[in-house]
C-alpha cells in the first residue's frame, strides 16, 4: 500500500495567518490526490482533486499544490470556520485508496 | 443532489458479523456514474478506505480487509450494504458511505457517519 504522510500533526495559528500542510507519498502518485477538511462530529468535505482542483463553493483562499510525492495545501488568510482537521488521500490506480494521518489545525 | 445515510445497529458482540446499510438519495446507485464506497475512522487508525462496489456488482477490497468484508447492493431499494465479519475491538469505528462520482478515486459525497462499537 502507499504511505501517506502529513506534516505537521497539529498546527497552532491565528486568524488571518497563512498555513501550509504537507502531504508525503511512499511513492510517486503523480497528482492523484485530495484533500478534505473535517470538523468533529461530521463527515469530510472534499476541498480539492487532482492535487490541485478547488472543488465548487471552496473559497479561494485554499490551494494545493504538488505532484510526484511531495504535495502541499495552502490557506492563506486563515478564518474561524476553517480551524478543522485536514486530510490527504491517494488515489493511485494500482494500489488501495489510503489516507494521511490528518492535520489539526487549532486556535493560537 | 445525492444524500446518503448510513444505518445499522451501533453495538455488535466480538466475533459476530456488523452490519451496515447506505441509503441512497437523489440519485440511482445503478446509474453506472459512480463507484459507492465504504470508510471507517477510529482513533487508532485514522481513515481507512475499505472497499467499493459499481452498478454492476463487481467490488474492490482493501487487502488487510479483503478477507473479513463484503459490500454488495440492493437495487430494489437503492441500497449498498457492508458486511465485516468475526468483528474485534479493533473494528470499532465510524463507519461511512461515500461516493465517488469521478470514478478516479475521490470522495465528493459522504454520509454523516455511523458509530460502531465491538463490545461484550
Known amino acids: 500500500d502507499i504511505q501517506m504522510t502529513q506534516s505537521p500533526s497539529t498546527l497552532s495559528a491565528s486568524v488571518g495567518d497563512r498555513v501550509t500542510i504537507t502531504c508525503r507519498a511512499s511513492q510517486s502518485i503523480n497528482t492523484w490526490l485530495a484533500w478534505y477538511q473535517q470538523k468533529p462530529g461530521k463527515a469530510p468535505k472534499l476541498l480539492i482533486s487532482?492535487?490541485?482542483s478547488l472543488e465548487s463553493g471552496v473559497p479561494s483562499r485554499f490551494s494545493a499544490y504538488g505532484s510526484g510525492t511531495e504535495f502541499t495545501l495552502t490557506i492563506s488568510s486563515l478564518q474561524p470556520d476553517d480551524f478543522a482537521t485536514y486530510y490527504c488521500q491517494q488515489y493511485d490506480s494500482y494500489s488501495p485508496l489510503t489516507f494521511g494521518g490528518g492535520t489539526k489545525v487549532e486556535i493560537k | 443532489q445525492v444524500q446518503l445515510q448510513e444505518s445499522g445497529p451501533g453495538l455488535v458482540k466480538p466475533s459476530q458479523t456488523l452490519s451496515l446499510t447506505c441509503t441512497v438519495s437523489?440519485?440511482?446507485?445503478?446509474?453506472?456514474?459512480?463507484?459507492w464506497s465504504w470508510i471507517r475512522q477510529s482513533a487508532g487508525k485514522g481513515l481507512e478506505w475499505i472497499g467499493r462496489?459499481?452498478?454492476?456488482?463487481?467490488?474492490t477490497y482493501t487487502p488487510s480487509l479483503k478477507s473479513r468484508v463484503t459490500i454488495s447492493l440492493d437495487t430494489s431499494k437503492n441500497q449498498f450494504s457492508l458486511k465485516v465479519n468475526s468483528v474485534t475491538a479493533a473494528d470499532t469505528a465510524v463507519y461511512f458511505c461515500?461516493?465517488?462520482?469521478?470514478?478516479?478515486?475521490?470522495?465528493?459525497?459522504w454520509g454523516q457517519g455511523s458509530l460502531v462499537t465491538v463490545s461484550s
Open positions: 461515500a461516493r465517488d462520482k469521478s470514478l478516479l478515486g475521490w470522495f465528493d459525497t
Open positions: 462496489i459499481y452498478a454492476d456488482g463487481s467490488t
Open positions: 487532482r492535487a490541485s
Open positions: 437523489g440519485g440511482s446507485i445503478t446509474s453506472g456514474d459512480s463507484f
